[in-house]
């Protein structure tokens, strides 16, 4: 059994299916390439979802303010919709599960355009324990310290974040813990992993996980195949210091 390449294996299928269309292509179109990166990623995600979880693209209505469009909307079927044709839906807050922004690319400027939208459409869904995403496919530099700072810059909300969890290519994983992986200490910090080829996967494990109920926590060594992720960690930085300069 090597479930460290059977993770991997998933993260080659979703950047082989990603440029398929280009091939077919004289001149790449921009809106259509985003469009399928996101339905592969959709594609992905929904293989492993129980029955009663759905994914779509779509907005989140809550009576008064409607969300920008979410690129990767997770929602429970047992909740009502307030519409729904094909992959669209506009669902009220309570029944969203995951908000996922899609990217082919992010730089660090990019960042504070793409995570100030994310901001603004989880302050829809702050009474509920959700999974609030960046999904880029790719990073165009290699890690420094400005890049960590940057993100802990935009989410810091108070001395905690909204959005939990960053993947910046196939090697990079960022996330966001309100207690301490090691010793369950509360905190509220971004981890920043490097994580060869085994970013997307848990990315999608993470995701998994937060609409689990707990069944993948207790089989953890089946979805999480490093022996610990910590040692993988190339930086860290805290909210709360940054909250109380």
Sequence with gaps: MDLINYYKSIGEEI?????????LMNDPHYLTDGELKESVLRHVIRRYMPEHIKIARGFIHNGEVCSSQVDILVYDSRYPVLFKDGDLVFVTPDSVRAVIEVKSKQNITDLRVTLLKLNQIAELVTDINCFIGLFSYDYEREYCRDLIERVSEITNVGGKSYINHLVLGKNYFMK???NDPVTNEECSK???????????AYFINNLLDYISNGTVSINHRAWFPLDSKERFKLDEIS???EHRL
């Design 239 to 241: 909210l709360e210091d």
């Design 176 to 178: 966001y813990w309100t």
């Design 15 to 23: 950047c082989s299916s990603k440029n398929r269309i280009r091939f």
């Design 190 to 200: 971004w981890h920043f992993y490097k994580l060869k080829d085994l970013s997307y």
